[in-house]
């Protein structure tokens, strides 16, 4: 039997701690949008509750911002470069554009619709800089209780 030396790396709960920051961050500015401007961000349907549209909607966008990092770090793995804040960023904003759009596209079974691919730009511009600057804070934490 061989050892292999275990690494000391908690990224299953890095994951979980973020999937949980992310959906209140991401609730609080779609339901923030939803209450300012009515007409361009919509929760809930005929069927669905206001509440149960930010749980679904929501839910599945962050699932979408959480799926993508193991698919970053492999990437940064591969090509032997980290990514800064900028990267990421920039990375984010395309993610946050293109899951807010797919969930959109379901907006009869997950209760969140918009008026125009515009509000997705600028929700998504909203999310990119809101998620930026929590997680770095969440990172900060992390790295000091190391």
Do not use: C
């Not at 549209?53 to 699932?63: D, K, N, W």
């Not at 993610?95 to 730009?121: K, Y």
């Amino acid at each position: 039997m061989t050892t292999k030396k275990i690494e000391n790396n908690n990224t299953g709960i890095i994951l979980v701690v973020t999937y949980i920051v992310l959906f209140v961050v991401n609730s609080i500015i779609i339901l923030l949008a939803n209450t300012f401007f009515p007409l361009l961000a919509v929760l809930g349907t005929v069927h669905i509750s206001e509440t149960w549209a930010i749980i679904h909607s929501v839910g599945a966008l962050t699932l979408i911002n959480t799926f993508a990092i193991p698919f970053v770090r492999e990437y940064e793995k591969r090509s032997n470069k980290m990514f800064g804040s900028k990267e990421w960023m920039g990375f984010y904003f395309v993610i946050n554009f293109l899951g807010i759009w797919l969930v959109t596209r379901f907006a009869d079974q997950l209760g969140f619709g918009v008026s125009s691919w515009l509000v997705i730009l600028v929700l998504a511009l909203v999310l990119d800089l809101i998620q930026g600057i929590v997680m770095m804070q969440v990172e900060n934490i992390r790295i000091k209780q190391v």
